[in-house]
């Protein structure tokens, strides 16, 4: 884990309840939040390191904090923007157990020290743990399983811990816009709602601030856009051309390349298993699917320090 996080003490109480307070306050307060998500533009010198779903996989997280050089003393760390989602429920259970929340606090404090440069998207397993709804992920019902963690870790405490990690999970934003004037912006979210859903969808929903319905599984539109998969062309054509969007960069779909394009605009990245990638974009890159596509790199052992 990045030296960063040494100083997290993630068995006490109340160091946690004040990170994840920490974080939440940032994600609501920082200056780049626009209603439902953040807002950056893309100037000289800026990166983008985009990741997709990590599932509680701590190296590969401190792999793309070490790409975005936020752990660094340089003066120029603070010219990537880094977003991160999809944390919880991994597969990496201790007696049936998942401690995921200890990559959810390390979320957190990130947040809280870069609250410009850090962008942790709402996805549906953090929505899920938030809204007390049930997933089953190879068997394990994944949100009671995080819930005995924090009863095994904090005892009476736990009650006020879940509440910090409900409160921190509600304030994320629903994706970060990345404008980038005449080739068209960066759209970096989970996901997009599935095309049978569209119907219903009200995408109005990033450019305004959430309302409590559209939480609503099934039918509220930010639920909807972190449990959608099977995009289809015609689809992110509409959705591009109704917000001005130029590339979708998303997560959530399984891509056992780590990477997937999906025509015409939009790239499926994971972050997770043993080929998981990031997408590293500077202020020229990505005038296309195809440029956007040659600029995914592995999260390999050749990122670790030496």
Known sequence: MSPLFEQLDLRDADVVIATLEAGAAANRLAPCRRGSIDVVEMRAGTRLVLTGDLHDNPLHMARVVRA???????????TAHLTLHELIHGDRLSNGMDFSYRVLARAAMLKSEHPEHVHVLLANHELAQAMRTTIVKEG??????????LEYA????ATDVRGAVERFVL????ALRVKRGERGD????????GPEMMD??????????LRTEDLAPRRGSAHL???GRGHEPAQLSVLAARW?????????????AGVMAVMPNAVVLNSDHERGVFLDLGETDARSLAEAMACVKPLSASMDPA
């Open 225 to 227: 856009m972190v449990w």
């Open 244 to 256: 001005g969007i130029g590339l979708f960069v998303l997560g959530h779909e399984h891509a056992s």
């Open 171 to 174: 304030s994320m934003p629903l």
């Open 140 to 149: 394990v019902r994944v949100v009671e399983a995080f819930d005995e963690a």
């Open 186 to 193: 960066i759209l970096c979210a989970h996901s997009l709602p």
């Open 200 to 209: 219903l969808f009200d995408p109005t929903v990033i450019e305004r601030d």
């Open 154 to 157: 904090f005892g009476d405490r």
């Open 68 to 78: 975005a050089r936020l752990a660094d003393d340089a003066d120029d760390r603070e």
